[in-house]
Nanobody
Framework: QVQLVESGGGLVQPGGSLRLSCSAS????????MGWYRQVPGKQRELVAT???????NYADSVKGRFTISRDNAKNTGYLQMNSLKPEDTAVYYC???????????WGQGTQVTVSS
């Protein structure tokens, strides 16, 4: 069983920055694609950014140019650098690691990000 632990969330003013971390237990992290998702109450969880095991990245249009996803396989850790934060970025942010063949799919417990003055 893989455990994912997110950290780095908190309260920040509009225009500020935060860096989220996702630490994975076990040895599958480097073989996994990784993603960050977010969810607000009453809405579906939405994709924020993904990074493949090979390092290719993809971003939601709403965060392009402001957020950067990265990973350090030696540390079994993924990151989401969030700059120029807006109130609409307020959500619980979740880390996910997954692979299609063989299949696995794991989620973290989430970390709250609140952007408010």
């Amino acid at each position: 069983q893989v455990q994912l632990v997110e950290s780095g969330g908190g309260l920040v003013q509009p225009g500020g920055s935060l860096r989220l971390s996702c630490s994975a237990s076990g040895t599958i992290f480097r073989l996994s694609d990784m993603g960050w998702y977010r969810q607000v109450p009453g809405k579906q969880r939405e994709l924020v950014a993904t990074i493949t095991s090979g390092g290719s990245t993809n971003y939601a249009d709403s965060v392009k140019g402001r957020f950067t996803i990265s990973r350090d396989n030696a540390k079994n850790t993924g990151y989401l650098q969030m700059n120029s934060l807006k109130p609409e970025d307020t959500a619980v942010y979740y880390c996910n690691v997954h692979r299609s063949v063989p299949r696995w799919d794991y989620w973290g417990q989430g970390t709250q990000v609140t952007v408010s003055s």
